[in-house]
């Protein structure tokens, strides 16, 4: 079983390819990928610019077919066209990117936190699923450690705007001072509660909110100082807003072209920009053709943000590889570690059943052998073994931080005849030894 990721990302596939694939059902993508035989467990983690797969593979090339296959099905995309843009990652390397992504360092906006709650929030789905595992589990409950102490230990927050700050900043260019403009914020989720709180901070003149869930937008408003409007009057909301900034769950657009264009006869000619930060997109593009209008997409956001300062060189940035680097490193060693205990735990364990098998057999043959001499016997028995297990057992704790660990281990397993399913057994919980599955 080995660790690998595969995805696409803002580094590797054009906006619109993301779109295309951020309107997957998480759910029935990993439900997919979990029920190949070359997989044993599988995460999909989405974010407004990525779309991962972190997989337990009992195969490699079973695992990455079986994971390619899923994506094109179930994003209705040609796995040529996906092919072209994946990036597979696969054991130590599949750590250490988890790690990156989790500290903020993979993100269009290098340094956010939000990235922190989307990965928690796929780990959960994957543990409602009953797609996660021990091995899943681990590496993504210690990814999201490294990324919270990225954030509290190193001064990676400081590196560089969000994408909020970015549409809000090329806003306030387009329309003027946001002290005096109206900001719409649609939607209550991550995102859009982190617009309406960027929003609030600056400050804006007034902040509008708008949500199919009007409790939860009446908590938002509450904690922004905004005011709720219904849904059914997000045209008179669109008609106030000089700034609407949008993004919801929804699989259509929510702002269509005619509802904006409605609007735009009350405003006139005051110039209006949609901030769009949903994949896929909540702004119909055509809106983008309306007169005195602009349109923000990521796409945009992210040119805005790969022009400003170089931040990978900033020493906030390095500071934060230098963890990551270190945590890996941790992860791998523990890893090892954990890999070959169980070997060494099935070996005690055989061990044990023949001196029992053993002293069974002798209390059959000598009935009447008195107790001290009957317990002497037990105690050298155990001792013999004990000695004979000792250095084996040493070394392949030595070895278990090195290359060497697990060829070691894997040679003690032939040597001495255990059974693998035994050795997993010992290094999985019940539900996740069970579901383990040989090599075809």
Excluded: W
């Amino acid at each position: 079983m080995s660790l690998l990721v595969i995805g696409l990302s803002h580094r590797t596939a054009p906006i619109d390819l993301l779109e295309a694939v951020a309107a997957a059902p998480v759910s029935t993508l990993a439900h997919r990928i979990a029920a190949s035989d070359a997989v044993g467990e599988a995460v999909v983690l989405t974010t407004c610019n990525r779309l991962e797969v972190y997989a337990e593979a009992v195969t490699f090339h079973g695992a990455v077919a079986a994971i390619g296959e899923a994506l094109a099905d179930v994003t209705d995309v040609e796995r040529a066209t996906l092919s072209t843009h994946l990036y597979v990652h696969y054991e130590d390397r599949a750590v250490a990117h988890a790690f990156t992504v989790a500290a903020g360092l993979d993100s269009m906006a290098v340094g956010e936190a939000q990235v922190l709650g989307q990965l928690r929030d796929a780990l959960r789905q994957g543990q409602r699923d009953g797609t996660v595992g021990e091995s899943l589990n681990s590496l993504l409950q210690q990814a999201l450690r490294v990324g919270k102490r990225a954030h509290s230990e190193t001064a990676i927050d400081t590196v560089s705007r969000s994408l909020v700050e970015a549409g809000l900043d090329e806003a306030e260019r387009l329309v003027g001072d946001l002290g005096t403009a109206t900001v719409l914020v649609v939607g209550a989720g991550g995102m859009s509660s982190l617009a309406a709180t960027t929003a609030a901070r600056r400050p804006v003149g007034d902040l509008l909110v708008v949500n199919r869930t009007a409790g939860r937008a009446q908590r938002l408003a509450d904690q922004t100082g905004g005011r709720v409007l219904p849904m059914d009057r997000l045209a008179d909301a669109l008609a106030l807003a000089d700034v609407v900034v949008s993004s919801t769950g929804s699989a259509q657009h929510l702002i269509d072209a005619a509802t904006v264009a409605a609007a735009r006869v009350r405003r006139g000619e005051r110039r209006q920009v949609f901030v769009d930060l949903a994949l896929p997109h909540d702004v119909d593009p055509a809106v983008a053709h309306l007169p005195h209008t602009t349109v923000l997409g990521l796409g945009e956001l992210g040119a805005a943000l790969t022009a400003q300062a170089d931040v990978e060189t900033l020493p906030q940035v390095q500071a934060v590889r230098d963890l990551v680097t270190g945590e890996v490193a941790t992860y791998l060693a523990s890893r090892m570690v954990k890999s070959v205990a169980p070997t060494v735990t099935a070996l005690r364990s055989r061990a044990a059943a023949v001196v029992a098998s053993e002293l069974e057999r002798l209390e059959h043959r000598m009935p009447d052998l008195d107790p001290a001499t009957r317990e002497e016997v037990r105690r050298t028995v155990h001792r013999v073994v004990e000695k004979l297990l000792h250095t084996p057992t040493v070394r392949v704790k030595e070895l278990s931080g090195s290359d060497r660990g697990e060829g070691y281990a894997a040679a003690l397993r032939d040597l001495f005849d255990l059974d693998p399913h035994a050795v997993a057994a010992v290094s999985s919980p019940p539900d996740v030894a069970a579901g383990l599955r040989s090599e075809p």
